[in-house]
């Protein structure tokens, strides 16, 4: 099934055989340190720039509704996002796995996104929207 919204995502996690918890990194764009003169002006244009993790949580597809319910959620830890990098992670025995469980898999996500390594996750918008990025 190709993932083209958040919905898509939500319901291709609950299909799964076994449980998901799904792992979410969200991030800002930035100019890069020492931008030239053509990067300053794509990002004044709301485009380029580098995507930086500022916050991450899992959860479990059940405890999600929409990505409406994700976004406000989001917006009481004060912290601005842009893109946001969803994995997941598959349980064992008919049990999710558990957030600590969950913690070395977003720790090893935020430090992928780092070196600029994106392919490997799904990127969505606000809106929920999948997005591809160059």
């Not at 291709?12 to 990194?25: C, D, M």
């Not at 020492?34 to 244009?45: A, G, L, M, S, Y």
């Not at 600029?116 to 990127?123: E, M």
Request: aromatic share 6%.
């Amino acid at each position: 099934m190709a993932i083209s919204r958040f919905a898509d995502l939500l319901d291709e996690a609950r299909r799964q055989p076994e449980p998901q918890r799904l792992l979410f990194v969200f991030t800002r764009a930035e100019l890069p340190d020492n931008p030239t003169e053509e990067q300053r002006e794509r990002f004044e244009q709301g485009e380029g720039g580098a995507l930086t993790p500022v916050l991450c949580v899992d959860k479990t597809p059940e405890e999600l509704s929409d990505m409406a319910a994700l976004v406000a959620e989001s917006q009481h830890t004060g912290i601005e996002w842009d893109v946001v990098f969803v994995g997941a992670l598959s349980g064992r025995g008919r049990e999710a796995p558990t957030s600590e469980e969950a913690e070395n898999h977003l720790q090893r996500m935020v430090q992928s996104l780092q070196m600029g390594n994106t392919q490997s996750f799904l990127a969505l918008n606000r809106q929920g929207e999948a997005i591809a990025l160059q």
